[in-house]
């Protein structure tokens, strides 16, 4: 279960699956990509704030389950991993660039479910098998 945590008069435990889409859906998370990806969303977690408990992609998308307080909305938590994820894999990765034309990685829409105590697990497990398929 998420850990119950205390802010400045509320208590909470805020759990969000996450999941995007690779532009065109092409198979390019692939491999050092696929690796450095995951450094940098943990990263920018790190850099706002918030937690990523459980990350795995499959070739061309990304699952992830974020913790965070009620300060973060799920638009800026989106914005600042998919914008910053991919402005600096096309700079360390520039063979991207010839795959995906246009200059965008990511597809713009986004999936989001809130997680509770009685499908955490469930999440965790289909994450961690995203690339056992």
Same mark, same amino acid.
């Not at 945590?5 to 990509?33: E, F, M, P, S, T």
């Not at 704030?49 to 992609?57: D, L, Q, W």
């Given at each position: ?9 509320y208590?909470y ?9 690779? =532009?065109?859906?092409?198979?390019? $998370? &692939? ?6 990806? @995951?450094?940098? +969303?943990?990263?920018?977690a790190?850099?706002?704030g ?5 990350i795995e992609s499959d070739?061309?998308h990304v ?11 799920i638009?800026?938590i989106?914005?600042a991993? =998919?914008g910053?994820s991919?402005? $600096? &894999?096309?700079k360390e990765?520039p063979?991207l @660039?010839?795959? +995906?034309w246009?200059?965008?990685?990511w597809?713009p829409?986004y999936?989001?479910?809130t ?7 469930q ?11």
């Amino acid at each position: 279960m998420a850990e119950v945590k205390h802010g400045r008069g509320y208590v909470y435990a805020i759990q969000y699956h996450i999941v995007w889409c690779v =532009k065109y859906r092409h198979n390019v $998370l &692939l491999g050092d990509i696929d690796i450095r990806l @995951k450094e940098i +969303l943990n990263q920018i977690a790190i850099d706002n704030g918030f937690t990523i408990s459980e990350i795995e992609s499959d070739c061309d998308h990304v699952h992830l389950l974020v913790d965070c307080n009620p300060q973060h909305s799920i638009p800026n938590i989106i914005k600042a991993l =998919k914008g910053v994820s991919a402005r $600096l &894999l096309f700079k360390e990765f520039p063979q991207l @660039k010839k795959k +995906l034309w246009g200059g965008h990685l990511w597809n713009p829409s986004y999936f989001v479910a809130t997680v509770s105590e009685n499908t955490e697990q469930q999440i965790r497990q289909y994450i961690r098998n995203q690339q056992k398929k």
